[in-house]
C-alpha cells in the first residue's frame, strides 16, 4: 500500500473549514467512451473531449490541491510535472511517479490496494459481474487479473486492448455523491440511477475493507431500504429510497441540511434523518425539498457556502411557500402536487414539532448567524449576478457549485461571467488557477495569505457533465471553523 493510514482521521463539521484531506477520482478511459446515444443514461448531458479534460481542466484541480492539502508532493516540482504533460505520468494511479498522497487521495488507488486481498477480489469481482451479466468464465479471468490492473477495468469498464466488457462508470469523477463525512462518521448513499450502482458498491467495499477507514468502519453509516418498496407499485422515485451526496450538506457540528431533489427522495431524507439522531451524529436536520428537474439536480447546484456570511446562491429558487403538515419528512412533502415546490422544514432531535423557513435566504442566513455565530450581516452572491437569462445559463455550468478549500477561498468555473462580476462586487478577489498554481511555485503567495478569492478553473469539457468542484469532492477532514 502507498498510503500511510494511520495519519487519516475523519472529521467535518461544516462546509468552510480549511481543506485536510479528500477522496477524488481523476477523468479515466471510460469518459473518452460515452457514446452520444448513452450520455444521458450515463447522466452526462453531452460527450466530452477525454485528453482536453484531462490535460487543461482536471490535472490543473490536482495540481492546486496538492499545493493547499500537500504542499511537499508538489511543491518545487511544477517547472518537471507541467514538462513532462505528455506522458502525464504524475497523475496516473498505477504508475511510479504518481503522485501518491494521503490527503488528496485517489479512488483507484484504495480499490487496487484492497483488491490485493484473494477474498475480496473475488468477492467484489462477482458482486460487478452480477450487476453487469457477465458470464462465469470471464468472472473467473477477472478474478485472476493484477489488482492494479483489475482495478482500472472495475472502473473503466475495459480490459484487453481497450475491449469494453461492461459500461464505464464515468460519474465516478463526482466522488461527493458517493458518500458524505459528517463528523467524524461517514454516511454512504443510495443513488438513483442505476448508471452510479457499481460505483456505490466499490464504495462499499473500500470503505469497510481499507485499513486507511479501520478506525472509522463503526461509524459507516447505511441508509436501508424502505421495507414497503417491494409491495409497491409503480416506479415513481417517490417510491424509492434514494439519497446522493450533493444533496447532503453539513454546514455546522450539530446541523445537516438534506435536499429531497430530482436524486434524493422523500424516503432517502427521512431515513437519513432516522439514522443521524438515532447515532446522535447530529442535532438538527433541515429537509429543503427543490423541484425535480434536471436543471437542478442536487441542492449544490442551487448554493454553496463561501464564507461563513457568504453563499452563492440561484436566486430564481429564492421564493418558497408555507406548508404545514405532520412532524415527519414523508408526512410533511406526501403531496405529490407539491412536487414543484419548494419548501423547507427543519427538524430537531427530541422536538416534535418541526420549524419551517419561508426561503432558502431565511434558511442560510439562520445557519450564518445561530449555526455559526458569524459576527457580520449575511450576503448573497447570485447566479449569473441575478440577470435573467444569465442566472439560469450560469446555474446550469455549475455557478453555484464551490468547492472551498478554506473559508473565503473557493474554486468554481471560468465560464460564469455575470457570476464572477458578482463576486468581484461583493469584495472577492479573481484569479485564474493557471497563473494561481505560478504564483504559489514562485512562492510570490502562500496558501495561507490568500483571502476572499475565487479561483476560475478551465471548463469547456468537465461542464459538459453537470458537475462543479463541489461535486468534484469527498471532503473526509476540515478544520473547525
Same mark, same amino acid.
Request: hydrophobic residues 45%; glycine residues 0%.
Given at each position: 500500500m502507498i498510503l500511510n493510514e494511520e495519519r487519516l482521521k475523519v472529521n467535518v463539521t461544516s462546509e468552510i473549514g480549511t481543506l485536510r484531506a479528500l477522496l477524488i477520482h481523476s477523468p479515466d478511459s471510460g469518459l473518452g467512451k460515452v457514446v452520444p446515444s448513452k450520455a444521458q443514461d450515463w447522466l452526462f448531458e453531452d460527450i466530452v473531449h477525454l485528453d482536453t479534460m484531462r490535460r487543461n481542466e482536471y490535472d490543473h484541480y490536482v495540481k492546486l490541491l496538492l499545493y493547499f492539502l500537500d504542499p511537499d508532493k508538489i511543491k518545487g516540482r511544477l517547472q518537471q510535472i507541467d514538462s513532462h504533460e505528455a506522458d502525464r505520468n504524475f497523475y496516473k494511479p498505477d504508475h511510479q511517479d504518481f503522485y501518491a498522497s494521503d490527503k488528496v487521495i485517489e479512488i483507484q488507488t484504495l480499490l487496487a490496494d484492497i483488491l490485493e486481498d484473494a477474498g475480496i477480489r473475488e468477492k467484489l469481482t462477482a458482486a460487478v459481474c452480477a450487476i453487469e451479466n457477465c458470464n462465469y468464465r470471464l468472472q473467473q479471468q477477472l478474478i485472476e487479473t493484477d489488482p492494479v490492473e483489475l482495478a482500472k477495468i472495475l472502473i473503466s469498464g475495459s480490459w484487453q486492448k481497450d475491449q469494453m466488457i461492461f459500461a464505464p462508470i464515468p460519474n465516478l469523477i463526482f466522488s461527493r455523491d458517493i458518500g458524505i463525512a459528517i463528523n467524524d462518521f461517514i454516511l454512504l448513499n443510495k443513488p438513483a440511477k442505476k448508471a452510479?450502482? %457499481?460505483?456505490? !458498491?466499490?464504495? %462499499?467495499?473500500? !470503505?469497510?475493507?481499507?485499513? !486507511?477507514?479501520?478506525?472509522? %468502519?463503526?461509524?459507516?453509516?447505511?441508509?436501508p431500504e424502505n421495507l414497503h418498496i417491494f409491495l409497491r407499485p409503480g416506479d415513481e422515485q417517490g417510491e424509492k429510497t434514494t439519497l446522493e451526496g450533493g444533496d447532503v450538506m453539513v454546514v455546522s457540528k450539530e446541523h445537516v441540511i438534506i435536499g429531497c431533489s430530482e436524486r434524493t427522495s422523500v424516503s432517502g431524507a427521512h431515513e437519513a434523518v432516522k439514522l443521524l439522531f438515532e447515532n446522535n451524529v447530529v442535532s438538527k436536520v433541515t429537509i429543503l425539498k427543490i423541484p425535480h428537474k434536471r436543471d437542478y439536480m442536487h441542492i449544490d447546484t442551487v448554493f454553496t457556502q463561501v464564507k461563513r456570511n457568504v453563499w452563492v446562491l440561484l436566486g430564481s429558487l429564492a421564493k418558497t411557500e408555507k406548508n404545514r403538515r405532520g412532524a415527519d419528512p414523508i408526512s410533511w412533502f406526501a403531496d405529490k402536487k407539491q412536487k414543484d415546490k419548494t419548501e423547507i422544514v427543519q427538524f430537531t432531535a427530541g422536538k416534535q414539532k418541526p420549524r419551517t423557513f419561508d426561503t432558502i435566504e431565511d434558511l442560510l442566513n439562520d445557519v450564518s448567524i445561530n449555526d455559526l455565530s458569524s459576527p457580520e450581516p449575511t450576503q448573497f452572491i447570485y447566479s449569473g449576478n441575478n440577470e435573467f437569462p444569465f442566472d439560469a445559463r450560469e446555474q446550469w455550468t455549475d455557478s453555484c457549485n464551490l468547492l472551498a478549500l478554506k473559508e473565503g477561498v473557493v474554486l468554481g468555473y471560468d465560464r460564469n461571467d455575470k457570476t464572477v462580476e458578482a463576486f468581484v462586487e461583493s469584495g472577492f478577489n479573481i484569479v485564474k488557477v493557471t497563473d494561481l498554481l505560478q504564483q504559489l511555485e514562485s512562492g510570490d503567495v502562500t496558501t495561507d495569505t490568500i483571502q476572499d478569492t475565487l479561483i476560475l478553473m478551465p471548463s469547456s469539457e468537465l461542464s459538459r457533465a453537470r458537475g462543479g468542484f463541489h461535486c468534484m469532492s469527498l471532503p473526509l477532514l476540515r478544520d473547525s471553523i
Open positions: 452510479r450502482s %457499481r460505483e456505490t !458498491l466499490l464504495a %462499499r467495499y473500500i !470503505l469497510f475493507n481499507h485499513p !486507511l477507514f479501520e478506525a472509522f %468502519r463503526d461509524k459507516i453509516l447505511e441508509i
